[in-house]
């Protein structure tokens, strides 16, 4: 067998066709640009106030505007620059707006989302520079969402991109043992700037990344070796954890966190800075929404946490469906290439009693909470305006059926963080004092008829070496011991998320969301992107594994089907991109009320 994996021209191929993909989203905005030159919807706020900005009206302020002006001051800093170097815009139209938002979309946040992405996974990008972005950081870049609004002057955008760069610096500068001050600042500032494009950005930049700092820092001192003591922390894999375990978990770093309550704060420093500053921001303002407070007022509307469960299965199955289908059907009905063979305990679906706990809460959830915000029903260019409309009012017992469907949705997708293969533990083999390899080379050497050189030679006057001692035998404890240590420095480098990062994501989502009355794909933009980040890598199936591959053939045979989730989710992205944006774009309608207005449907 080849030492090397062989690396086919195709794949090659492949991995330079990556970025040019992302040519769709500036072909997507000329598409707009030349259908809809005007502004459309809150485009109707956003391109008035940023042409104010742009000719230095800075007191100016539009009171239906609800978030700060981080992404005007963008598009004046790119549009100002562009402005010297070329003599031109001297005027900001839409289309030129736009295309400020588009090139965040193009080529900063790819770029910075795959050092993120790196980062998670602790491993060196070593595709060639033409080829540097993977095949996940494009499909995060088409997520519908994300794609639709790159072609328009919206907000999401933006805020991602500086949730990102506040991620990457905050791992960057507690990446290191020494201290490096000028990193703690520039995470300050980029966890700052990101308040300035969405103030739920808050709960990410302080709430999940100061959550993650803190179970790394109780993780400097309690004992996670997997001996329990006094001081250990309960933090299992999420592929080998049960519900039990979240409540253990939790339970555990609410301890750990009192034991280190001294160390936790100074490590929270960065974090409190960022929030002692929005709430400082919020006492000025006299609330978190800068205008429309009376119909952006923050509230509990904890069903936000039920749509987003359906909400990420029905854009991630492609990559659901493989691993589901391996927990729900016996490994002799898959096919080679979608058999991951997933260990027996890997193998688990959603308890009873599991259930029994869970599906109650959604419906008592269901029945006191449920929030229908009036412009959800009453602007039916959103395609929200149908999924209340017409499914969940369809019949009074449909909200309450859908609780089966939330509970489902919901456990593919925290499955998800463990749908991970392990390597095989390895097996080691005593090799007897007689049968060592310093005494076979020896007694080579001593049989058969010696060299003539060698017979002439005469005995060296230099004393014999003293034979090297032999080392004891390893007992067996010794060898568990030794095999148990590989076993855990393999896990380490192929693992999954573990429970405690699982609880910061769901705590960080559940108050981004709860807090929002009105429903809008566009505010799980965020969960949906660190939860795709934070999954592990997709896993070769079974076959695949057992040998490297001979040649191109079979490396290419072995890639696709590895892959072939990735390639699916892609495919499905740009279906769902090339639907919605057609008809954006071509099946507009026209109100009774507004003759001669033509309203399109979007997110």
Not at 484 to 506: K, T
Not at 543 to 562: F, G, M, V
Request: glycine share 4%.
């Amino acid at each position: 067998m080849n030492s090397l994996k062989p690396d086919s021209g195709l794949a090659r191929a492949a991995r330079y066709a990556v970025p040019f993909v992302l040519l769709l989203v500036p072909i997507w905005m000329t598409k707009v640009n030349t259908v809809i030159p005007e502004p459309y919807l809150d485009e109707v706020f956003h391109v008035p106030q940023a042409q104010a900005y742009w000719h230095h009206k800075w007191t100016h302020w539009d009171p239906k505007i609800t978030t700060p002006p981080g992404l005007y001051l963008w598009s004046y800093v790119i549009c100002a620059g562009i402005l010297a170097l070329r003599g031109t815009p001297t005027e900001l139209d839409p289309e030129a707006l736009r295309a400020t938002n588009m090139a965040a979309g193009t080529v900063f946040l790819p770029l910075r989302l795959q050092t993120l992405l790196d980062t998670l996974r602790k491993q060196r990008n070593t595709r060639p520079a033409g080829a540097w972005l993977s095949h996940s950081v494009l499909n995060i870049c088409l997520f519908p969402p994300i794609f639709f609004f790159s072609g328009l002057y919206y907000t999401d955008i933006l805020s991602l991109l500086v949730v990102i760069e506040a991620y990457n610096w905050d791992l960057k500068r507690t990446s290191t043992i020494t201290t490096v001050p000028y990193r703690h600042f520039v995470f300050i500032v980029f966890a700052l700037l990101s308040l300035a494009f969405r103030q739920t950005n808050i709960f990410w930049v302080t709430l999940f990344l100061g959550g993650l700092q803190a179970v790394r820092t109780v993780k400097k001192y309690s004992n996670n070796s997997g001996v329990e003591s006094k001081n250990s922390l309960h933090d299992p894999l999420v592929s080998e954890a049960a519900i039990g375990d979240y409540f253990h978990t939790a339970f555990s770093l609410g301890i750990a966190v009192l034991r280190n309550l001294g160390r936790i704060i100074v490590a929270a420093i960065p974090y409190v800075i960022v929030l002692a500053a929005f709430g400082g921001f919020v006492v000025w303002n006299d609330g978190v929404a800068l205008g429309h407070k009376e119909f952006h007022s923050v509230g509990v509307h904890l069903a936000q946490m039920l749509y987003i469960w359906p909400y990420i299965a029905f854009f991630s199955w492609p990559i659901l469906v493989t691993p589901i289908l391996n927990l729900l059907l016996p490994q002799s009905w898959l096919p080679k290439f979608l058999n991951y063979g997933f260990p027996e305990k890997q193998r688990k679906l959603p308890r009873f009693w599991t259930a029994l706990l869970v599906i109650p809460a959604m419906l008592a959830v269901v029945h006191f909470n449920t929030i229908v915000h009036p412009f959800t029903l009453a602007d039916n260019r959103h395609y929200m305006f149908y999924v209340f409309r017409v499914l969940l009012g369809s019949h009074p017992a449909a909200r309450y059926a859908a609780t089966v469907a939330y509970f489902f949705c919901g456990w593919a997708v925290i499955s998800a963080f463990g749908f991970v293969i392990y390597p095989a533990p390895p097996q080691f083999i005593r090799v007897p004092a007689s049968a060592s390899p310093q005494s076979k080379k020896q007694g080579a050497k001593e049989t058969g008829p010696k060299p003539r050189a060698e017979r002439k030679q005469k005995p060296s006057k230099k004393p014999a070496a003293p034979a090297p001692s032999r080392a004891p035998p390893i007992s067996p404890e010794a060898y568990a011991q030794l095999q148990q240590h590989i076993i855990q420095r393999q896990r380490q480098e192929n693992q999954g998320p573990r429970v405690s990062f699982v609880l910061v994501w769901l705590a960080a989502t559940t108050v981004s969301l709860i807090v929002a009355p009105l429903v809008e794909p566009r505010y799980a933009i965020i969960p949906w992107i660190m939860w795709r980040l934070h999954l592990p890598p997709q896993p070769t199936p079974q076959a695949y594994r057992q040998q490297r591959p001979q040649n191109e053939k079979e490396a290419l045979h072995k890639d696709i089907a590895t892959n072939f989730p990735l390639f699916l989710e892609t495919l499905w992205f740009l279906v769902i991109n090339a639907v919605t944006g057609y008809v954006f774009l071509y099946k507009g309608f026209e109100w009774p009320q507004e003759p001669g207005n033509i309203q399109r449907f979007m997110w």
